[in-house]
């Protein structure tokens, strides 16, 4: 029997919780039973845990079924989950060996058959450049002669001095005689390794990878040690929480070090808001250890549900630094400044739309050029918000010569001079009332934080920063920069995609006076969705201009890779009537539930508008499914399945989403008599929102409809498993 004390300490590696998501539900929720047995008592028999035959090394497995195991490298009472798969797993772990280094800070997997071959490090938590790399060598503590006397030939001592890192030397080209030599003593003395210890001191092994963790760790996306109580918590928390560790290829990112406003864009997936939070808490770390003004980071997004949730994400990183990032919604922190400033901006709903409708009234009369053009009043509303005041234009001289970024309907001069008389009545309609919108908020903040002498915060990360407005970017800017003109280093990082755009209209960074050419990342592999979702999802967006804040790019132009590479195809179900659509969508939702695999809190139901919410939370909870709406959801964990319009889910993940009403009148059909350019550039917009919401699902995605399926989905069909309820 293995004698292993009962409180283990256990951590996580990088690849661990990714691992788990690759399997499929029934595996994956097998995994977390075995690790949560393991906690508690790790001599369960159930378990079967048991030291892998590798020459040397901690590494150890467990059973979670039949075909999966858990491979775990352990000191003393002290473990890393490093992979969960199948049987053979440790078949790669058996062929290298797991290295830590105090001094260095190398943490990883050396492949032993490929050392020499340029690729030998696994790549598990290959590192994309070197923690550290002070110009010394990893062997200066040898002199030529101490490395003769170990056996190493004149050519290969050569060699060796050049390796500055691990990594380095592991990739020399050597016999691997001579490189498995160089690390084993790498970490000791010519003198140690003369008088080896007889006996090996357990603790100190331990204290030495300790000390490794706490110092590199969270380079290597390895988190602390927990407790089993706090590890109980982790593998029973839905998976949007603990989806938190930085692959190694997005390290680059974190880690840059900029001049000016940089850029991270990616796909759907790929990543983005896990860079950014790992940002953060690199920055947190960087400002700390220079003696920066003590002055908060700001997380901000224009979603104001996504801050709680993004706080919560970053007390969970290895490396956070706790007080030291706020996070806040755009709109939150407008309105709090213009207080701070003693700016009264009252915002009442009811009168700003009122306002509206009696400008709209007495401006768009019949025969007048805007009537003529047959625009929507909210076609026209999101003119003035997102165009005029979202673009902070004051003249009209201005508004006529500017291009409309994001808007299609060509607007000669007539048309934008009665915009502009509509945009006028409706402000002298507000005043009446005595309200402000939000866009004028927005400007007030923006002037009051150019205004002040010193900056608010040190940096700024904006998530989903193409749903903002020229204003808004600016206000955020000026938050870092105050009243001066030059941008501080590492001040501002936008985070987003052109693609999944959820408003109306835009710009970009050049109009914005922003410049980012070399400070700009591409993220290209998927982490989230499989293929086959992926897959359906770029089908139904098609292939259609993206306006994005570098410029215009075609959805094809953009590279995304999956990393899960297989799973079930998207179903698409058709239902006899509204009443059949509902009873399908619960049954579902209970059944995987059932099963175990997936609990409440792993699912998504998403639809299009508020009134949509309302009808799908009352449907849920009249058959015993208990949910949460995501505008009143703060980010905590509760095992309710989630409801909301495709713009809350923006940001989130789930295991399981349901996309109900999607019928042939999705997307809306046109008004009477409704501009066909106008019409267009709703129905892009929509479909754009509807590609984020697929996207939020991780292993299964149901769009169903009451009816006939949308057109749209009909001319895709071939992406999709078709259901008849």
Request: hydrophobic residues 40%; negative net charge.
């Amino acid at each position: 029997m293995v004698a292993v004390a009962q409180q283990m300490e256990v951590g996580f590696g990088n690849k661990y919780f990714s691992s788990v998501a690759e399997l499929p539900p029934s595996d994956g929720h097998r995994v977390n039973k075995a690790v949560a047995k393991f906690i508690v008592d790790p001599k369960h028999r159930s378990l079967n845990f048991e030291k892998l035959h590798a020459m040397d090394q901690p590494l150890w497995s467990i059973r979670a079924s039949d075909k999966i195991r858990v491979v775990i490298w352990r000191e003393g009472a002290r473990c890393f989950l490093l992979e969960a798969g199948q049987h053979d797993i440790y078949k790669k772990y058996e062929r290298g060996r797991f290295r830590y280094s105090p001094n260095t800070g190398f943490i990883g997997i050396i492949d032993t058959s490929l050392l020499g071959s340029n690729h030998a490090v696994d790549g598990i938590y290959r590192l994309a450049e070197p923690v550290v790399d002070n110009g010394s060598g990893v062997l200066d503590h040898w002199s030529d002669a101490d490395l003769r006397e170990l056996g190493c030939t004149d050519d290969a001592i050569y060699a060796l001095r050049t390796a500055r890192t691990e990594e380095q030397l592991v990739e020399l080209n050597l016999p691997s005689i001579e490189i498995e030599r160089a690390i084993d003593v790498m970490e000791i003395t010519p003198e140690q390794w003369r008088t080896p210890t007889l006996i090996a001191d357990d603790n100190a092994a331990e204290q030495r990878m300790r000390r490794a963790i706490e110092d590199f760790g969270a380079a290597h996306g390895l988190s602390p040690f927990f407790t089993p109580e706090e590890v109980a918590k982790i593998a029973a928390a839905p998976i949007e929480e603990w989806m938190i560790f930085l692959h190694p290829d997005q390290r680059g990112a974190v880690r840059r070090r900029y001049e000016g406003p940089a850029r991270v864009r990616g796909a759907a997936g790929t990543g983005k808001t896990v860079v950014a939070l790992h940002r953060a808490a690199e920055l947190a770390i960087r400002f700390r250890a220079e003696g920066a003004a003590p002055l908060p980071i700001l997380f901000t997004t224009y979603i104001k549900t996504l801050p709680p949730i993004f706080e919560g994400l970053y007390n969970r990183l290895p490396n956070s630094v706790p007080g030291a990032v706020e996070f806040v919604s755009v709109d939150k922190l407008a309105r709090r400044i213009v207080t701070e400033d003693g700016i009264r901006a009252h915002i009442d709903t009811n009168s700003i739309n009122a306002a509206f409708k009696e400008a709209f009234t007495q401006v768009v009369a019949a025969g007048t050029p805007l009537a003529k053009a047959n625009l929507t009043r909210q076609y026209l509303r999101d003119e003035i918000t997102n165009v005029i005041r979202g673009r902070g234009i004051i003249t009209i001289d201005h508004y006529l010569e500017i291009e409309r970024t994001g808007r299609t309907v060509p607007f000669a001069e007539a048309l934008r001079r009665q915009t502009w008389t509509l945009m006028e009545a409706w402000r002298e309609g507000m005043d009446q009332r005595k309200t402000v919108a939000f866009s004028d908020v927005l400007l007030f903040a923006r002037d009051a934080a150019r205004a002040r002498n010193a900056p608010t915060y040190r940096a700024a990360i904006v998530d989903e920063a193409q749903d903002l407005t020229l204003v808004g970017l600016q206000f955020v800017r000026a938050l870092v920069n105050a009243n001066s003109e030059n941008d501080s280093p590492d001040g501002l990082l936008l985070v987003g995609d052109g693609a999944q755009r959820i408003y109306p209209g835009c710009f970009t960074l050049r109009q914005a006076g922003i410049e980012v050419t070399g400070r700009s990342t591409v993220l290209k592999t998927n982490y989230r969705n499989t293929a086959e979702i992926l897959g359906a999802a770029f089908a139904i967006a098609g292939d259609a201009p993206v306006e994005d804040l570098d410029g215009a790019y075609r959805r094809s132009d953009e590279p995304t890779d999956s990393l899960r590479e297989s799973g079930v195809r998207p179903a698409l179900v058709e239902c006899n009537g509204p009443e059949d659509e509902d009873v399908f969508v619960a049954s579902r939702i209970q059944q995987f539930v059932d099963s175990g695999a997936v609990a409440y809190g792993d699912i998504g139901v998403f639809v299009p508008t508020n009134r949509h919410v309302k009808n799908a939370a009352a449907m849920l909870e009249s058959t015993g499914v208990p949910c949460t709406d995501l505008a009143s959801w703060a980010g905590t964990t509760s095992d309710t399945v989630k409801v909301g319009t495709y713009h809350r889910a923006k940001g989130l993940e789930f295991k399981v989403v349901f996309l109900p009403g999607l019928d042939e009148r999705f997307p809306r059909p046109p008004d009477p008599g409704q501009d066909p350019e106008e019409y267009s550039e709703q129905c892009a917009l929509a479909v754009s929102q509807l590609f984020v919401a697929m996207t939020r699902a991780r292993d299964a995605l149901f769009l169903t409809t009451p009816g006939s399926p949308s057109p749209l989905l009909v001319e895709h069909i071939d992406a999709f498993d078709v259901i008849e309820s």
